[in-house]
């Protein structure tokens, strides 16, 4: 099996398996007062703490949560409850129409039910979105709640300047908060430097578990909780504290961030591979999202590990079951719940037409990828496009 | 071989696709999207096409340990099947849309992008026997589907394979729980799909929006009636008239016109045909010779009709009833069987209902 699919999920480290395992030998609330409590409480404060170092965040601005949907959730719902609350004139998001669905469906729901006006961000044909863009959308600022941008795209995989966005939100004095899932362990990601004032990641994009993640938040940053009932994090966040998957989340995060500079050269390398040898077989596939070699910032302006392609005259479904049938996994865009491919609203927003967005595919390279696993895909694309094409054909 | 399982949720084609896996054939189920409000849940016992019905198929899928795929066909669907289903009761016919999708859909439109895709067939949970190239009714009577796949061709019953034809729907259910499939015990699936409610009329209402016109008596040329729409009434039609005649002889639809919407209503004696001329036919195998002896059945489980069958014009029969039929209600399909008490009635082909008469020399017989 050739696994090309690790910006959906990617394996789970051993290091993080053991350390996980130990903790669920023991028991423990981390809220108990006895010593089995403080055990547990110390080996979560204690990954707090290294989740914090990795992120160049203080311990105190980690939440923990439920993952990366709990936590664009927490932050896009509660910053726009808070800041309204402190000036009811406070009722405009800000956000790009490229983000998750975790951060878009939270954005239309307090549309729908909470008078939330969204001025959408014009965004360029990479994806990113730029100071002047999100300056000329916030206007003076007195009448946004929140703003919201990406670290990097999940699906083309365009790093944003953040840190230059978050400067250009303060200037007005508006809240940034990024969705840094794909982000980190790929590029540099320092929540203090960046200035952002709400940060997404989870662990299981790390090799960490799922079901585990973190809002890193600015500890004057005011936002409404979701859940209530115990108040364990910072009375933002409530709910017992899954000691081993923090704890799991902390290694996994660590081991990302320590290796990250190596990492990254090496799946940059095999990425530019992998997109070099499709095109040199399907001569007319082309790469969404930015040039391989674009730069933010003095850093990458593309994820190394992704690759985004498409296939003109070829459905992303049809390409996607066809290799699947050759154990090649990948990924066409976004689904829906029934499992109905939908054109990519991400390719939408930079531009492209359904036709397009429709025939394309996400190759993520990660920590257990290897040439080999280039050369598999490059053994197959070529008559497999061919084959998904003559499929094609014949629909209306 | 490699098979493309079409898998809609219900207990049927869960059987099937396992039965297609049991016979050493390299399987791949998909869930056919064909509703446009995907978000509608399973209301009652029917549907086949909500968000929860493909999570039923992609249950089973997983359990059979088959690569699964939900394929949207619902612009398809909806121009072929939802649309021409509207069409043709606005022009006073009856549809049959389960065999328009077999037809247009399952075994046209999958069936194409399936074989371009590598598949060698399509595998469904009918409930109809195919070997040989022959198409026969099912051993279980009161389940059989040979009529709505009596529109397929030679050609596509040659990428087909029914497993459930040779046993009962009780068995089909037998060996869904053994297997412990949760959708053993999953209800039936009645009439229209699209019609979740079972509210066909109002279904049209909405489409059609009101279309009044008369009610006729055949017998005095008299208009008895009114009603909102054409599309309300299906010939041999009783109930739900909304007429009053004046003597308690029960009326049927004999008749619609669409242009001027005049629906004609006549007794008993003056429902019956035995006479049916069709549009153009299709064959299950090569064109048989004509004239033919043959049974025909006209609708969705109506009974056989023994009859002769001779060309009419422009490719389409002209089918002689060995006894007087009331209800048959044109863009219905005649399907036609060679009886066959051992191996099943084979379906030899169909045609769609254009017109019928009572033969002069038959009347008063």
Redesign the interface.
Known sequence: MTYLDHAATTPVLPEVVAAMAEQLGRVGNASSLHASGRAARRAAEQARERLAEALGARPSEVLFTGGGTESDNLAVKGLFWARRQADSRRRRIVVSPAEHHAVLDSVEWLAKHEGAEVTWLSVEPSGRVTPRALAEALGDGTDVAVASVMWANNEIGTVSDIAALAATAHDVGVPLHTDAVQAVGQVLVDFGASGVDALTMTAHKLGGPMGVGALLLRREAECTPLLHGGGQERDVRSGTLDVAAIVGLAVAAAAAVEGRVERAAELAHLRDRLVTGVVGQVPDAQLNGPALDDVVRSGPGRLPGNAHLSFPGAEG??L???L??RGIECSTGSA??????RPSHVLLAVGADPDRARSSLRFSLGHTSTDADVDALLDVIGPVVE??R??????? | MRVLAAMSGGVDSAVAAALAVDAGHDVTGVHLALSQDRQALRSGSRGCCSVEDSHDARRVADELGIPFYVWDMADRFTEDVVDDFVAEYAAGRTPNPCLRCNEKIKFSAVLDRARALGFDAVVTGHHARLADGELRRSVDAAKDQSYVLGVLTADQLAAAVFPLGGMTKDRVREIAAERGFAVATKADSHDICFIPDGDTRGFLARRLGSRPGPVVDAATGATVGAHEGTYGFTVGQRRGLGVSTGDQEPRYVLGIEPVTRTVTIGTAELAGVDEITTAGATWTSAAPALPLRAQVQLRAHGEPVPCEVVAGADGGLVIALDAVQRGVAAGQSAVLYEPDAVRGDRVLGQAAIRATRRRPAAVGR
């Open positions: 479904d049809a996607l079951m066809l699947d049938a829906c719940s029934a499992g109905v491919a084959r998904a003559r499929a094609g054909m014949g629909r209306r």
